[in-house]
């Protein structure tokens, strides 16, 4: 458990101008023989409680020889339509090869967006 906890990095996010803070965790964990890529982010719900909105999970081999796991990472957020929630910066690798992709809340889900 402590090699788990020790790989996560949880920061927070803003989401909606100036209003909205989100929590993004994400975390690779390897052990023999396979690896977990996780990408988690929760935002505030309407009772105060922290709400699951998105989340990834891949899981892989071991290293990129066997097959090592999609991760992802956030790496910023602008409200690029202005519509008061920010849209998110999503670097997604696998092995050799790396896309950045925007995600947007529609209907209160997280979709690709573009």
């Known amino acids: 458990m ?45 009772g ?15 290293n990129d020889s066997d097959g090592a796991p999609e991760t992802s990472e956030v790496l910023a957020s602008a409200d690029l339509d202005d519509d008061g929630v920010d849209e998110l910066f999503v670097n997604t690798s696998a092995y050799e090869t790396s896309h950045i992709s925007v995600v947007k809340r529609t209907a209160g889900a997280w979709e690709p967006w573009g």
């Open 48 to 62: 105060g409680e922290w709400v699951l909105t998105w989340d990834t999970f891949n899981l892989g081999g071991a």
């Open 2 to 46: 402590a090699e788990i906890l020790s790989e996560v990095r949880v920061r927070s996010a803003q989401l909606a101008n100036g209003e909205g803070r989100a929590l993004v965790i994400e975390s690779v964990v390897h052990w023999e023989g396979a690896s977990l890529a996780v990408l988690l982010v929760a935002e505030p719900g309407d």
